[in-house]
């Protein structure tokens, strides 16, 4: 069930009318809680928020990739995410859109899809075990990227992949081969 997302920051009682409520996602967390159930949206599945109720560590070999493929805004998404299960905690994720007739020119060149978010939330775990190089330097980033090439391909036959990302992230992307694009950066895969 989908809650109100956005609130409402007044003072409850000067509310006149809809939802007079201004703490609605801690009244659905309550009610879950008396049915012995979690949230599991994006939100509470975060390794971050999940270690703030609990203590949590992880084998950063207990990571696995998760592909979730749904229809949004008319059109086809993939949620790639780096779950680990024990958990049922969100390292990261990455949200990859197939694009069809956009009104930009960059993206009407060819078939393409782009990466509308990609967000690691697992900087700060704290590991049981580590291997030589480390969690940091194994490239959550770069995993999620490489499955996100590998299914523009595989499943969707395309060789174009976009991103649009802030300023400071495109150094980033054009590390990975990445070229700007117009107002995003691309990447032909081949
Ligand atoms: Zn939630």
Redesign the pocket.
């Known amino acids: 069930m989908r809650i109100q997302r956005i609130q409402r920051d007044i003072p409850s009682q000067l509310i006149y009318a809809g939802v007079d409520k201004s703490n609605l996602?801690q009244l659905v967390?309550n009610e879950l809680e008396k049915h012995g159930k979690e949230?599991?949206?994006?939100?509470?599945?975060e390794i971050g928020h999940k270690s703030l109720r609990q203590r949590i560590i992880i084998d950063e070999y207990d990571i696995n990739i998760n592909t979730v493929f749904y229809t949004a805004s008319e059109g086809e998404e993939v949620f790639i995410s780096l779950v680990n299960e024990k958990y049922d905690a969100l390292v990261g994720f990455l949200r990859l859109r197939d694009i069809q007739n956009s009104h930009r020119f960059e993206l009407n060149k060819n078939p393409c899809m782009i990466i509308r978010e990609l967000k690691i939330v697992g900087r700060e775990l704290e590991f049981s075990k580590r291997s030589k190089k480390g969690f940091q330097h194994r490239g959550y980033g770069k995993e999620l990227i490489d499955e996100a090439i590998r299914i523009c391909t595989e499943e969707y036959d395309k060789k174009h992949l976009f991103v649009l990302s802030g300023i400071g992230v495109k150094e980033y992307y054009r590390n990975l081969d990445f070229k700007d694009d117009g107002v995003y950066l691309s990447k032909t895969i081949i």
């Not at 949230?39 to 599945?45: D, E, G, K």
């Open positions: 996602r967390e949230c599991r949206c994006i939100r509470c599945r």
